[in-house]
Nanobody, 116 residues
Framework: QVQLVESGGGLVQPGGSLRLSCVASGFTFSSLNMRWYRQVPGKGRDMIATITSDGGSTTYADSVKGRFTISRDNAKNTLYLQMSSLKPEDTAVYYC?????????WGQGTQVVVSS
């Protein structure tokens, strides 16, 4: 079955960096575009970054552009999100997502807290 497992979250000071990972299984990873979302309590999930199946094209929300980088390693079935210059407003649960066979699949999320 499809599984997405995020990791790499934690507590970081403002201005710091983190790299999130999303390990995928149960489908042909290299055939699907992938996305990162984030969610703060009481709000919906916001899409922050997308990447095409071959990694050749990426897009970012304005709120993270220039600070976050999405990438993937198709040989390792892994999606990444490199986050730098983190701000307190980046505090959220971060999720990876795919759309596969007419369904959405989400990981369990990884918590990122940006605080001094």
């Amino acid at each position: 079955q499809v599984q997405l497992v995020e990791s790499g979250g934690g507590l970081v000071q403002p201005g710091g960096s983190l790299r999130l990972s999303c390990v995928a299984s149960g489908f042909t990873f290299s055939s699907l575009n992938m996305r990162w979302y984030r969610q703060v309590p009481g709000k919906g999930r916001d899409m922050i970054a997308t990447i095409t199946s071959d990694g050749g094209s990426t897009t970012y929300a304005d709120s993270v552009k220039g600070r976050f980088t999405i990438s993937r390693d198709n040989a390792k079935n892994t999606l990444y999100l490199q986050m730098s210059s983190l701000k307190p407003e980046d505090t959220a649960v971060y999720y990876c997502r795919i759309f596969y066979r007419l369904r959405e699949f989400w990981g369990q999320g990884t918590q990122v807290v940006v605080s001094s």
